[in-house]
């Protein structure tokens, strides 16, 4: 038994697993949980409830393809984060801070593009309810840019891994609301022996989605604004954009120097094996023969708590084993788990093997993203967390969508089998990025 020295402090220094978990009792934590479903709410409005409200309307599935550029709106934000990160808005600004003032303007703008979505007909005029999805998912990217800056200025190093997980149980919740629970709406808002499609019941489901925006409101009115640093005054507008657009990134640069490249590629390649995959996946379990009362019940509730037990689980980690190590075990297990895929193609249609692969793949990856979340989080200044986060947040979907368009031709030529093992070899670069990021000084 060894004795204690100032060098070997004793265990019972060091915080139970009780005092661990407390941390998402504080108010900051929880806060973020209500923004997060905030930020998850919009989502699946625009793209997968809303397809299949377009669909049951009966529009062309080439014409909903297109739709999804919907959310090039997503990837692009870092283009008008700097302004976000550093432009005032007229008397809200001073009234509420930046963040909140940017924060009450986007969640504003959602909620009137969803009403806006609700009173439009698709079947009879499809632009104006296509214009309205734009201005949410805009709405949306803009919360986002706004929400990413409030978190990471409301807790030091240390508690963002608990902030990330809080916030993306909140996000996590807000998709089966979303996606499942206006689904459930518009059902129980049909006419019973009226005609299969019925606009007043998606009208019924979209509005009420639209008041579901009022918690992430309040709660943005009732929060203190976090503490920032002044920004100084620019003379012109060379100077302004120096200062919004071009000293985040150079200041990324100078802090980091080299290790830039390999940090940008880790971010770029983090989450390839999931995103890749993930295109395949739907098309999987309908060519295995689940029903889609089997696929939602299992993959939009089941697999949603799944998630969030992983990214709980990924944030307590992080607090006791750091973030670096965490990172490394769930790109691991992320790209362990696409191989149960493989096997799930030999078993067929079997609900029980189809539970288990999802409570692996949703586990894993919800691990994963509560630490990346919280490394992304770490490499940014406060003076410019925004817009560099933006940048992140935005680069780490490039490449993997960019992929993914190709996941269909592949699955075409050499099957389901050959197709997740490719992708869970695609994480084999980014274990060895991690690796060489977690040496770097």
């Known amino acids: 038994m060894t004795t204690p020295t100032p060098d070997t402090p004793p265990s019972a220094d060091k915080p139970t697993w009780l005092d661990t978990m407390k941390v998402y009792l504080e108010p900051a934590s929880l806060r973020m949980l209500s923004l997060g479903f905030s930020a998850g709410l919009p989502l699946a409005l625009v793209f997968g409830t809303f397809f299949f409200w377009l669909r049951e309307a009966g529009i062309d599935r080439t014409t909903i393809g297109y739709l999804s550029w919907v959310g090039m709106a997503y990837t692009f934000k870092w283009t008008w984060s700097p302004l976000v990160d550093r432009m005032p808005i007229p008397l809200l600004t001073r009234a509420l801070g930046r963040r909140r003032s940017w924060l009450v303007v986007s969640q504003l703008a959602i909620a009137a593009g969803l009403v806006g979505m609700a009173f439009n007909d698709p079947k009879l005029s499809l632009a104006p309810a296509v214009w309205c999805a734009i201005a949410v998912a805009f709405g949306s990217a803009t919360q986002d840019i706004a929400l990413d800056a409030f978190r990471i200025e409301s807790g030091d190093s240390e508690h963002q891994a608990a902030l990330s997980a809080t916030y993306l149980a909140g996000y996590r919740l807000a998709m089966i609301w979303s996606g499942a629970g206006a689904l459930v709406l518009a059902a129980r808002a049909e006419v019973p022996d ?110 949603v708590i799944m998630t969030l037990l992983g990214a709980f689980v990924g944030g307590a980690l992080a607090l006791r084993l750091g973030v670096m190590r965490v990172l490394m075990l769930g790109a691991l297990l992320s790209a362990a788990s696409n191989l149960l895929y493989g096997w799930l193609s030999s078993r067929g249609h079997d609900l029980g093997a189809l539970v288990f692969v999802i409570s692996a793949d949703n586990l894993a990856g919800g691990l994963a993203t509560s630490a990346f979340i919280a490394y992304m989080s770490s490499l940014t200044n406060v003076n410019y967390s925004a817009t560099q986060y933006a940048l992140f947040s935005s680069m780490m979907l490039l490449l993997p969508k960019f992929l993914a368009g190709y996941s269909g031709l592949y699955v075409d030529h050499f099957g389901y089998t050959s197709f997740f093992t490719v992708t869970a070899m695609l994480g084999v670069p980014v274990l060895v990025l991690v690796g060489i990021a977690s040496r770097m000084k």
């Open 194 to 303: 009226a005609a299969l499609y019925q606009h007043g019941a998606w009208q019924t489901a979209y509005l009420v989605m639209a008041a579901s925006m009022l918690p992430g409101l309040l709660t943005v009115l009732l929060s203190k604004e976090p503490a920032q640093r002044a920004i100084p005054a620019s003379r012109n507008a060379l100077e302004w954009f120096r200062g919004a657009m071009l000293d985040p990134f150079a200041d990324f640069l100078k802090r980091y120097g080299r290790r830039a490249l390999v940090i940008l590629a880790l971010i770029a390649v983090y989450r390839i094996s999931d995103v890749v995959l993930g295109i395949m996946a739907y098309p999987f379990f309908v060519d295995l023969g689940f029903t889609k009362e089997e696929v939602a019940a299992v993959s939009k509730v089941y697999g």
